[in-house]
């Protein structure tokens, strides 16, 4: 499969509990993106790398979560002191680009249910 | 087929009638648009996506209109199958790198 991978598909934490997310986007795309999805909406924008370069952070993006993409290639997404309104859809995306814009179609994966109880 | 003319949340259509989902986005200068099919427990799947400089784009039994004038989007999907029921996202990119999604129509196949 060379689409975007995320792991694990499904994560239940008790509250309080730090959980990492990890994204492979696919393997020539230099832009990848972090988006949060809870039941019966669309995602949201939580965050953007080009290449190893974080450029933008949603205002949902509290001070609890934290992403990575260290060398350009994976990315994690860590969330500290979980709570229950943490409990959502994360959807990773990647995409090719050079340029300010938005240039070709973003891919998602499957996502990381996270639960928190 | 069954067409909306506004945007609702849920569309039943008959099995292999014309579907046509709506969507109106909020940017005026908005100028990409895609398509995503949601089916349950997954990621989004692009569909198809279109560029403001486009009015009309078709692929495999879908079609992508963009009404920039009164900023609205459909999707039209030819000859319904049941595979095809899930829930459709039209998205609009920001002038920048995000996409901004739109609410959503659970669409419901009838055999």
């Known amino acids: 499969d060379t689409g975007v991978s995320q792991n694990p598909r499904h994560k239940i934490t008790k509250r309080g509990q730090n959980v990492t997310f990890r994204c492979d986007p696919i393997?020539?795309?230099?832009?990848l993106y972090w988006y949060r999805q809870t039941l019966g909406q669309g995602p949201e924008f939580l965050t953007y790398?080009?290449?190893?370069?974080?450029?933008?952070k949603s205002r949902l993006l509290s001070d609890r979560f934290s992403a990575e993409r260290p060398k350009g290639s994976f990315s994690t997404l860590e969330i500290q002191r979980t709570e229950q309104g943490d409990s959502a859809m994360y959807l990773c995306?990647?995409?090719?680009?050079?340029?300010?814009?938005?240039?070709?179609?973003?891919?998602f994966g499957q996502g990381t249910r996270l639960t928190v109880v | 087929g069954e067409s909306v003319g506004l945007h609702l949340p849920t569309l039943s259509v008959q099995e292999g009638d014309n579907s046509i989902i709506n969507c109106a986005y909020s940017?005026?200068?908005?100028?990409?648009f895609i398509w995503y099919k949601q089916e349950s427990g997954k990621g989004p799947q692009f569909i198809i996506d279109?560029?403001?400089?486009?009015d009309k784009r078709q692929g495999q039994r879908v079609t992508v209109l963009l009404n920039k004038t009164v900023k609205h989007l459909s999707l039209q999907i030819a000859a319904t199958q049941p595979g095809d029921s899930a829930v459709y996202f039209c998205?609009?990119?920001?002038?920048?790198?995000?996409?901004?999604f739109g609410a959503g129509t659970t669409v419901t196949v009838r055999a």
């Open positions: 995306a990647s995409s090719q680009g050079q340029g300010a814009r938005l240039d070709t179609e973003a891919f």
């Open positions: 998205a609009e990119n920001l002038a920048d790198y995000k996409l901004s």
């Open positions: 790398f080009q290449n190893e370069a974080q450029l933008e």
């Open positions: 940017n005026s200068a908005s100028d990409y």
């Open positions: 279109i560029r403001s400089n486009m």
């Open positions: 393997s020539e795309h230099n832009r």
